[in-house]
């Protein structure tokens, strides 16, 4: 079974910086991606990135965040600069079904235990 571990979460003053990191426990082709859950919110798609490097990122996210992948580790990260206080929330690394771009949780079969990011205002 595929075993995802992201690290990197914490808190951090509006307007700073965090890099998450995503783990994985076996090599795979498949797309990732990383989902977020606000607290009292349903969770949502931020970023995805195929085994080539291919993106797509949440619209409140774009320009901030940047998804990017080492193959040879098999470890999946998230640039978050900028943070805002609505981008508080659980954070969650996803590997999905196929190898490729998808936002739909249907898609993806593994997921981490989560990383809590809480920005400050």
């Known amino acids: 079974q595929v075993q995802l571990a992201e690290s990197g979460g914490g808190l951090v003053q509006a307007g700073g910086s965090l890099r998450l990191s995503c783990a994985a426990s076996?090599?795979?082709?498949?797309?990732f991606a990383w989902f977020r859950q606000a607290l009292g919110k349903e969770r949502e798609f931020v970023a995805a990135?195929?085994?080539?490097?291919?993106?797509h990122y949440l619209d409140s996210v774009k320009g901030r965040f940047t998804i990017s992948r080492d193959n040879a580790k098999n470890t999946v990260y998230l640039q978050m600069n900028s943070l805002k206080p609505e981008d508080t929330a659980v954070y969650y690394c996803a590997r999905a079904n196929s190898g490729y771009l998808s936002a739909a949780e249907r898609n993806y079969d593994y997921w981490g235990q989560g990383t809590q990011v809480t920005v400050s205002s």
């Open positions: 076996g090599r795979t082709f498949s797309t």
């Open positions: 990135i195929t085994w080539s490097g291919s993106t």
